[in-house]
């Protein structure tokens, strides 16, 4: 570990799975040729063909509710308790239930998604990472207002090897916004690897004002994966890291179209996290009522009507759920990803994610919700700069080559400015206390979700068109061949940390960047 407080207390070193392989699963020997030929279906299956396939994946993603339906059960929650949550996370591979099969997972603490941290503004929350895994490992609190230095939401200085532990330690200011967070790894080249193979977990900030009333609390965490014969999550191939994996199965807290259970006139609260390593999703659930209460940590101050959500992978949107009279599916729709908007590309519809099953009585109805403080609207402060980033691909090689480690992109480096990500350049720097202006220009045939880390931004114009309300996201589409701007308070934090896309195999391939606030 290189963190800036080292303590070696880690575990003994446990015995190694696969070095190469970022830590996917690979401890159960079995006949190898099986294994391969599992992984090519694993492949293929992405591509549509089914040949040889086994019988769980054959047909389309949302083809598989043959299985039967269970109630959606949520990760094990852990409170703060006066001011403190503290955790300790186990990183190891774990034999958990997925989808309804056994699968050799990566996990928190032996489950997948991991435990749900909830917080309160104000607080502390200390984590202990302990890497049981033959690779290294990190932990970013996704979203979070915090500082990026020292033991606190530090990607860039802290990496736990295998069979060492960190112990983070980060306060929340009083005044954090609400929302709904996430956590996972961030080391470079295998952040994709390992939230593929089930390392998320969610956030909750709780809200500061008055109690929204609801019947019901949920949090969904999204993901998807594909398993081989064996219950691994497979090997994914170079083409399919340059387009940003898709998984066949998608996945609601580690379960298949889970079931959810309600009386009609409930109102529930749903806080969803796209885990999905490349997947955007868009959600509707005909039948019910869907009001916005947030996106990311960009609370809305009225609720706000809406038919379906648009979710990007890694942001979170908080929805207000009035049940109807009938059940109904909350459904996946297509949300094209390159600039070929056909549907058939990345981010086709996965169909059903899940059931909500409406029985029993109707509730009476519940009192409104009450108004939130709106965030600021930076549009009427002037920028203290106005600054323009080009995302790019570059095929003339130099990038992080396959060195038959599994992970690389054929030679393909994904950039920002023309370069590779390069944790010891920092590559913009910003006054703490200023309002930036920041213009995202994509070069590319395809969308990228492009993140800030500890600062939100609020969304000011896609391709030129201006956006009305005011949306804070931490993470925004930058359309294909487009561009979008935002406007960052850097506030509160000053340090060095990241901004990049979101589809992890594109973080891994380089298109990452180094932001610094300075303090004066
Ligand atoms: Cu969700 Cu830099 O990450
Ligand atoms: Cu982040
Ligand atoms: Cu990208």
Redesign the pocket.
């Given at each position: 570990m290189t963190g800036p407080d080292s303590p070696r207390t880690g575990p003994e070193r446990v015995p190694a799975p696969d070095p190469h392989r970022g830590g996917v699963a690979r401890t159960r020997p079995g006949p190898e040729l099986t294994r391969r030929r599992a992984l090519q279906v694993g492949g293929l299956g992405l591509l549509g063909v089914t040949v040889g396939a086994p019988a769980w994946a054959r047909g389309p993603v949302g083809g598989l509710r043959t299985l039967a339906a269970e109630s959606l059960r949520e990760p094990e929650t852990l409170h703060s308790e006066d001011g403190l949550l503290r955790v300790r996370l186990e990183v190891a591979e774990t034999s958990v239930t997925l989808a309804g099969r056994p699968a050799h997972m990566l996990t928190y603490n032996g489950t997948v998604p991991g435990p749900t941290l909830r917080l309160r503004p104000g607080d502390r929350l200390q984590i202990e990472l302990v890497n049981r895994l033959s690779a290294p490992t990190n932990l970013?609190t996704?979203?979070l207002h915090v500082s990026p230095k020292g033991n606190a939401d530090n990607?860039l200085d802290v990496h736990v090897h295998p069979g060492e532990s960190f112990r983070y330690d980060i306060q929340l200011p009083d005044d954090h916004p609400p929302g709904p967070f996430?956590y996972?790894p961030?080391e470079h080249h295998l952040?994709a690897d390992q939230i593929w193979s089930g390392l998320y977990g969610g956030i909750v900030v709780e809200d500061a004002g008055p109690e929204v009333p609801v019947t019901r609390d949920r949090l969904l965490v999204v993901s998807d994966t594909t398993l081989d014969d064996a219950g691994h999550p497979v090997h994914v191939a170079e083409w399919e890291r340059v387009k940003g994996r898709e998984g066949q199965l998608v996945l609601v807290n580690g379960q298949l179209t889970p079931t959810l259970e309600a009386r009609p006139g409930e109102r529930e609260r749903w806080r969803i996290v796209n885990a999905c390593t490349s997947r955007f999703l868009r959600l509707r659930l005909d039948g019910h009522q869907m009001d916005l209460l947030a996106t990311d940590i960009g609370r809305l101050a009225e609720p706000r009507r809406v038919e379906e959500v648009e979710v990007l992978n890694?942001g979170r949107v908080d929805v207000l759920v009035t049940v109807g009279e009938r059940s109904g599916e909350l459904q996946g729709l297509a949300n094209p990803r390159t600039r070929d908007r056909d549907g058939d590309g990345p981010s086709g519809a996965p169909g059903a994610l899940a059931t909500l099953q409406v029985t029993g009585t109707p509730v009476p109805a519940l009192p409104p919700v009450p108004a939130y403080p709106q965030l600021p609207d930076l549009r009427g402060v002037e920028p203290a700069a106005r600054r323009t980033m080009v995302l790019g691909l570059d095929w003339s090689g130099g990038g992080h080559e396959d060195h038959g480690d599994g992970h690389g992109t054929g030679g393909m480096v994904m950039t920002i400015d023309g370069r590779p990500f390069d944790p010891a350049r920092t590559d913009q720097v910003t006054r703490l206390g200023t309002v930036e202006e920041w213009t995202y220009v994509n070069r590319t045939g395809m969308d990228h979700p492009l993140?800030l880390?500890v600062w939100p931004m609020q969304l000011v114009a896609v391709d030129g068109r201006p956006v009305e309300d005011v949306v804070y996201q931490?993470?925004v589409r930058v359309p294909a061949g487009g561009e979008t701007t935002v406007r960052i308070p850097f506030e509160d934090f000053d340090g060095r940390?990241?901004?990049?896309c979101?589809i992890?195999d594109h973080?891994d391939a380089g298109m990452?960047a180094v932001v610094e606030a300075r303090n004066g």
């Open positions: 970013h996704h979203g990607t996430w996972h961030h952040v890694s993140h880390h931490d993470v940390t990241v901004f990049h979101h992890n973080e990452m």
